[in-house]
């Protein structure tokens, strides 16, 4: 059985005091979630130890981080390992994301390495992809996309894999307010899917849990979330505000899946 996941990314947002009071607003109206069903939190790392001491004792939300190094420790300043992670009692760790790729240069043999070390430290890898305006004008999106999943997941064993949750992001949607259609990401998650099937198998492929992200929102969650291959989101600008997230929480609960 495969599981949704609604995962917030806070992004480089938020003082303590307003991460502590968005998490307790969270907290205060969270739904009874089935065991199919689960919510991440990502925050910057500074708020981790905050997060894990609230979430503590609760069922079906995590702790998150939204980047690790791509080395296992040493002289890498300003790097924060994914056994510094792990050891903080984080679960999930975003690979990948597209503002990585392009504002810190990250390649996909860079994020082959972080998704390694990840996995190598008991980590959830939330691997982000998706194209850029122009790959998706040109029509080259499914080729694209495959190529990201090929260079940074088609090394892993099947084991490994189980650890691994794709969040199709595609670059135009991030943060624009411009929301792919229903049906664009139903494709693409179909694509992703059929991807997986090809190197791993049907039934891995059946239990990979794709997240569509991109101006994901409550007015649009239920549709996007009834897609049979959309399994959640990857949610950055309304995992903000408690109100807006819970909305897509409950979307999350509410899909027939
Ligand atoms: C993201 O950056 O992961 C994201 C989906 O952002 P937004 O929801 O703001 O588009």
Redesign the pocket.
Known sequence: MRKMIVAA?W?MNLTLAEGRQLVEGILAGLPELNNEKEVVISSPFVHIAQTMGQLKGKSHIYTGAQNCAAEAAGAYTGEVSAAMLKDAGVAYV?IG???RREYYKEDNATITKKVNLALANGLQVLF?CGEALEVRDANTQNAFVEGQIQDSLFHLDAAQLKNITI?Y?PIW?????R?ASSAQAQEMHAHIRSVIAGKFGNEAANEMSILY?????PSNADELFACADVDG???????LKAEEFLGIINAMKNAKK
């Open positions: 990314n992004k975003i994301h597209s503002e982000c969040a992001e949607a991030i943060g624009t307010g929301t992200g991109g101006s994901c929102k989101g990857l949610i950055g600008g309304a995992a």
